[in-house]
């Protein structure tokens, strides 16, 4: 089975939202009401249950010069899902193509896979009492198409392909990337960013480029949950055992009185 990513190259990025609308109209996911943003241009200004990805936009100055970046944001589908670890329940599968996916017919809304990702992406629908976010488009990866975002930009910001492959093109063509090893807790990220333009940015304030970007070099969150739901969930099955055994006492039980019943 392949592994797939998507390389998000910051330099070719020219904030026309495709990739946003694109994500709406695939998923089905309803418009959000909006208005205007006096602290920035980027709208909505998170994700929602009905809004799985956005386009960030980052002001900032260089050596006095001011610049703008814009940053593709959704769920980084971790090799090692800390949600997926956190959920009680086994609702979150990782795909050996590399999606982290929820499954909404087994989500319980314990909310602990937000508590456990470090990059705040699950989103809470107190409606559906259900948690959201990308699927990295897996539906139409398994039938042999790119995510609907990557089909819709119109500049090649995005990028699919083989995962190793687009690591190894951008790397020799002399860009930095983010995300193909990041740390234990994790791994490496299916959404990569990749830049040449922007490697100096925030050398001024002692930060790397993918820092600036909201993008941390250390990711940590959620331990204790992701332990907390190992133990929810071993829980949940010795419930589900004690329940089944009582169960199948009390059908043996009224089975017996039947057959009393009926010799009788």
Same mark, same amino acid.
């Given at each position: 089975?392949?592994?797939?990513?998507?390389?998000?190259?910051?330099d070719n990025c020219i904030g026309c939202r495709a990739?946003?609308?694109?994500?709406?109209?695939?998923?089905?996911?309803?418009?959000?009401?909006?208005?205007?943003?006096?602290?920035?241009?980027?709208?909505?200004?998170?994700?929602?249950?009905?809004?799985?990805?956005?386009?960030?936009?980052?002001?900032?100055?260089?050596?006095?010069?001011?610049?703008?970046?814009?940053?593709?944001?959704?769920?980084?589908?971790?090799?090692?899902?800390?949600?997926?670890?956190?959920?009680?329940?086994?609702?979150?599968?990782?795909?050996?193509?590399?999606?982290?996916?929820?499954?909404?017919?087994?989500?319980?809304?314990?909310?602990? =896979?937000? %508590? /456990? &990702? #470090?990059?705040?992406?699950?989103?809470?629908? @107190?409606?559906?009492?259900? !948690?959201? +976010?990308?699927?990295?488009?897996?539906?139409?990866?398994?039938?042999?198409?790119?995510?609907? =975002?990557? %089909? /819709? &930009? #119109?500049?090649?910001?995005?990028?699919?392909? @083989?995962?190793?492959?687009? !690591?190894? +093109?951008?790397?020799?063509?002399?860009?930095?990337?983010?995300?193909?090893?990041?740390?234990?807790?994790?791994?490496?990220?299916?959404?990569?960013?990749?830049?040449?333009?922007?490697?100096?940015?925030?050398?001024?304030?002692?930060?790397?480029?993918?820092?600036?970007?909201?993008?941390?070099?250390?990711?940590?969150?959620?331990?204790?949950?992701?332990?907390?739901?190992?133990?929810?969930?071993?829980?949940?099955?010795?419930?589900?055992?004690?329940?089944?055994?009582?169960?199948?006492?009390?059908?043996?039980?009224?089975?017996?009185?039947?057959?009393?019943?009926?010799?009788?």
């Amino acid at each position: 089975m392949t592994e797939y990513a998507i390389m998000v190259n910051i330099d070719n990025c020219i904030g026309c939202r495709a990739c946003q609308i694109a994500c709406k109209v695939w998923n089905g996911l309803k418009a959000e009401l909006t208005s205007f943003n006096p602290e920035g241009y980027t709208n909505p200004v998170d994700l929602t249950p009905n809004t799985w990805m956005i386009i960030e936009f980052i002001e900032g100055t260089r050596g006095g010069e001011p610049y703008w970046i814009f940053k593709k944001f959704q769920c980084m589908h971790c090799s090692e899902a800390p949600c997926a670890k956190a959920c009680p329940v086994n609702a979150i599968e990782v795909h050996p193509e590399g999606a982290v996916v929820i499954r909404s017919d087994k989500c319980v809304g314990c909310q602990y =896979c937000i %508590e /456990a &990702c #470090p990059y705040d992406v699950p989103r809470y629908d @107190p409606v559906t009492n259900k !948690v959201y +976010k990308c699927t990295l488009c897996i539906d139409r990866i398994q039938n042999g198409l790119a995510p609907a =975002c990557v %089909e /819709a &930009c #119109p500049t090649e910001a995005l990028v699919f392909g @083989p995962y190793d492959e687009l !690591v190894r +093109k951008y790397r020799e063509a002399g860009f930095e990337i983010y995300g193909d090893k990041v740390n234990s807790y994790v791994g490496r990220t299916h959404y990569l960013y990749a830049t040449r333009k922007y490697k100096d940015i925030g050398s001024d304030e002692g930060k790397k480029w993918h820092e600036v970007l909201g993008l941390p070099s250390n990711p940590q969150a959620g331990l204790p949950v992701i332990k907390a739901g190992r133990d929810i969930g071993a829980g949940l099955a010795v419930a589900a055992l004690a329940g089944a055994v009582l169960h199948a006492v009390y059908w043996r039980a009224k089975r017996i009185e039947e057959r009393k019943k009926q010799s009788s």
